[in-house]
């Protein structure tokens, strides 16, 4: 009895230590924003100046517009004055991002009026995504929630808007991996659009192997005590 007891509470002990003590549960756009941070700063590593920067929205495949903003972002840290250009993309169906706050788009004589100095900034999602890879199981059974793989890949280059001259050119990409409970499944698909992956399917022998598992243990259990007896 004394050992049942014993096993019980140093089970309760490894839950609450494994457990976080204020887990924040992100949505796939929480997701897709941090990784394209660090995208975003990827891209624009070394390429402090004092030249101003025209940016080139929208940015294709960017859909949710989070790449744009994080560019434009970290630009705006390096202290580089930064322009917004808008220009419209062929392709169907991509909505042009929210602009950040306090920021307009300038008239199409922008990039003329911007001085030779100004460097138009292209940019485009080469690929973005969210999936669920892994499945996390519950002792004895069932599933507890997946494993999430959220990645962007991305290119920009800097070109002379007026020569056409290309000044710099580089690609970046970046992932991020997280856990998602069962009961989460629901929330962290609200509020980013088109993002909404496929649950991961198991075997039928993965689901059993728990219980096969505790039968084995039970039955060197038993026979162990039948031994001593």
Do not use: C
Not at 15 to 44: I, K
Not at 52 to 59: D, H
Not at 61 to 86: F, K, P, Y
């Amino acid at each position: 009895m004394k050992g049942f007891l014993g096993i019980a509470t140093l089970t309760l002990v490894l839950v609450s230590v494994a457990r976080p003590a204020d887990a924040f549960v992100r949505t796939h756009g929480m997701m897709l924003d941090s990784v394209a941070t660090v995208v975003a700063a990827d891209l624009l590593r070394g390429t402090a100046s004092d030249r101003s920067v025209i940016v080139v929205v929208p940015i294709a495949g960017d859909t949710m517009g989070i790449l744009a903003q994080r560019l434009v972002e970290r630009l705006r840290a390096d202290g580089r004055d930064v322009l917004l250009h808008e220009r419209p993309l062929p392709s169907i169906g991509v909505n042009p991002p929210t602009l950040p706050p306090g920021m307009t788009p300038p008239s199409g004589d922008t990039a003329a009026s911007s001085g030779p100095s100004a460097l138009e900034l292209r940019a485009r999602v080469d690929g973005a995504g969210v999936a669920y890879v892994r499945r996390i199981r519950s002792f004895p059974f069932g599933v507890k929630g997946y494993e999430r793989l959220t990645t962007m890949r991305a290119s920009a280059t800097f070109v002379d808007p007026r020569s056409g001259q290309v000044f710099w050119a580089r690609s970046a990409s970046g992932s991020a991996t997280d856990v998602v409970s069962k009961r989460d499944l629901a929330y962290v698909t609200s509020g980013s659009v088109g993002w909404n992956p496929t649950l991961p399917r198991g075997s039928g022998f993965r689901l059993l192997e728990p219980v096969i598992v505790l039968g084995v243990v039970a039955g060197l259990v038993v026979l162990f005590y039948s031994n001593r007896n």
